[in-house]
């Protein structure tokens, strides 16, 4: 049985919220909305050996540029997805969705989601309106969940600009989306995010997505640029080695194997990206690694306990 740091949930609330700003999923980032309800949900966890399901608002993140309107959307998402949490609390937790990159509206939604609806911690997208992750303009927002050591469950969206006339420009999932996150956690090390806010879990989706190829290039290219005084000295392995991993998406055969060959058995997490991987696909993905003896010793640590250390205070009481 495992928990699920990389779940979705779409309520009316977030649809209604993407419509009334005029983002269309499709034009966006190519690829629709699945359905969802808690049914749905419950069913699929049951049929994967699911205990509970961490849930997360999907891309495309809402904003525009009116700060009030964009904070009061996520008031009222956040609320449709505490009350879903409410009905099934021994299944489902959540992270709320914050209106990033408006500051003052994001820290007073975090402490409301957290304080009165029972988050769990915050889901942040790579980039809001162009405005990436490690960004200093967003330091004081990172204030606010270290206090808290607050858990992060990262998320991709495509980037503003990108070349669109490549397969790889059609639909985000199959490159932009492990280029943005890979982009927005370069940003956090170059800008030592991780160190100098030790106390915040960063969870990176898609068994890291490109960043156990980046480490070590961007250790010798930041070294570089710092020995020619264009950059700080960063520490790169000390910022990577205070992240957290899921595994969403395909960890097998390649992908786990160059995440464990940089990052520490106890910093890998289990996530199934259910409703946008179709059920019975994450299901075989799952029965295979559960059945590969090469996996065997990582498994209770990836389905459990390293979910358990990662929450730490912010799980309730006796739900995990």
């Known amino acids: 049985m495992a ?23 499709i034009a966006a980032d190519g ?8 049914e749905k949900h419950l069913g699929f966890m049951r049929q994967a050996g699911i205990e509970r399901s961490i849930l997360s608002t999907p891309t495309p993140h809402i904003w525009c540029g009116d700060a009030r309107l964009t904070a009061k959307i996520h008031r009222e998402v956040n609320t449709s997805v505490s ?18 990159p408006f500051l003052d509206a994001a820290i007073g939604e975090y ?48 980037a503003a600009e990108y070349p669109k006339t490549p397969i790889t420009g059609t639909v985000a999932a199959i490159y932009e989306y492990p280029a943005d996150t890979t982009r927005a956690v370069l940003n956090m090390m170059a800008h030592k995010v991780m160190t ?27 070294g570089i640029l710092a020995s ?3 950059m700080e000295t960063v520490d790169v392995q000390r910022e990577f080695q205070n992240l957290y991993f899921d595994i969403a998406g395909d960890p097998e055969p390649v992908a786990l194997d160059m995440l464990l060959s940089v990052a520490g058995e106890e910093k890998i997490v289990y996530g199934s990206d259910f409703p946008h991987s179709p059920a019975n696909v994450i299901i075989a993905k799952k029965k295979h ?18 979910q358990r250390n990662c929450l730490g205070k912010n799980g309730k009481k006796g739900a995990l």
Not at 31 to 38: A, H
Not at 83 to 99: G, L, R, T, Y
Not at 196 to 205: A, K, L, N, Y
């Open 289 to 306: 690694l559960d059945e590969n003896p090469k996996y065997q010793s990582l498994l209770r640590k990836v389905y459990g306990e390293n």
């Open 111 to 158: 402490r409301f989601a957290k304080e009165t609806l029972e988050a769990v911690g915050v889901k942040l997208t790579t980039h809001a309106g162009g405005v990436y992750l490690g960004d200093p303009s967003l330091d004081d927002f990172m204030t606010e969940l270290n206090k808290d050591h607050a858990l992060v469950i990262l998320h991709p969206q495509r």
């Open 196 to 222: 100098r806010f030790p106390d915040i879990r960063f969870v990176v989706p898609h068994t890291g997505s490109f960043l156990p190829y980046m480490l070590q290039r961007f250790t010798g290219v930041s």
């Open 83 to 100: 009350e879903v949490c409410k009905k099934h609390p021994d299944e489902f937790s959540f992270v709320a969705s914050v209106p990033l």
């Open 31 to 38: 690829f629709p909305l699945p359905d969802w309800s808690e």
């Open 3 to 25: 928990i699920d740091f990389h779940a979705h949930i779409i309520t009316p609330a977030y649809k209604r919220g993407l419509n009334s700003v005029g983002i269309d999923p």
């Open 228 to 230: 020619m005084g264009m």
